[in-house]
C-alpha cells in the first residue's frame, strides 16, 4: 500500500517546540513535492510549508515563517516540520500530502488540493 503517516504531535505549552514527520510507505519521496497543512476546528485546510523534491525550493506562509522549517531526509524517507515558539493559535491537525508535478507554491495555497497522496494526519494542541 502507497501512503503517508505523519507523527510527533502532542500536547504542548506556548512558547515550546514540537518537530513532526511525514513517513512515506511504499513509494520514494524524492520524486514528489511534499506539503505540510493543517486544519483548525471550524477552519478550511491550509498550506503551512512546502518543499520541492527537485531543487529543496521551500516555501511558508506568512505566520510561519521564521519559527517553523520543513527539510527533508532522503535517506529515511521522511519530510519534518520542526516548530519553534508556538502559539495557541497553531493548534490544528497537521497533515503531509505528496504530489509529483504542482509546483510547491501551487502546492502550499491549496489546502483542499487533489494530491496524489495525503496522510491521516497529527494533532497539535498548544496551551496558553
Known amino acids: 500500500q502507497l501512503h503517508l503517516v505523519e507523527s510527533g504531535g502532542g500536547l504542548v505549552q506556548a512558547g515550546g517546540s514540537l518537530r513532526l514527520s511525514c513517513v512515506a510507505s511504499?513509494?520514494?519521496?524524492?520524486?514528489?513535492?511534499i506539503g505540510w497543512f493543517r486544519q483548525a476546528p471550524g477552519k478550511e485546510r491550509e498550506g503551512v510549508s512546502c518543499?520541492?523534491?527537485?531543487?529543496?525550493?521551500?516555501v511558508y506562509t506568512d505566520s510561519e515563517k521564521g519559527r517553523f522549517t520543513i527539510s527533508r531526509d532522503n535517506a529515511k524517507n521522511t519530510v519534518y516540520l520542526q516548530m519553534n515558539n508556538l502559539k495557541p493559535e497553531d493548534t490544528a491537525r497537521y497533515y503531509c500530502?505528496?504530489?509529483?508535478?504542482?509546483?510547491?507554491?501551487?502546492?502550499?495555497?491549496?489546502?483542499?488540493?487533489?494530491?496524489?497522496?495525503w496522510g491521516q494526519g497529527t494533532q497539535v494542541t498548544v496551551s496558553s
Open positions: 500530502a505528496a504530489d509529483r508535478w504542482i509546483t510547491v507554491q501551487h502546492m502550499c495555497e491549496h489546502g483542499n488540493g487533489d494530491f496524489h497522496f
Open positions: 511504499g513509494f520514494t519521496l524524492d520524486n514528489y513535492n
Open positions: 518543499i520541492s523534491m527537485n531543487d529543496g525550493e521551500t
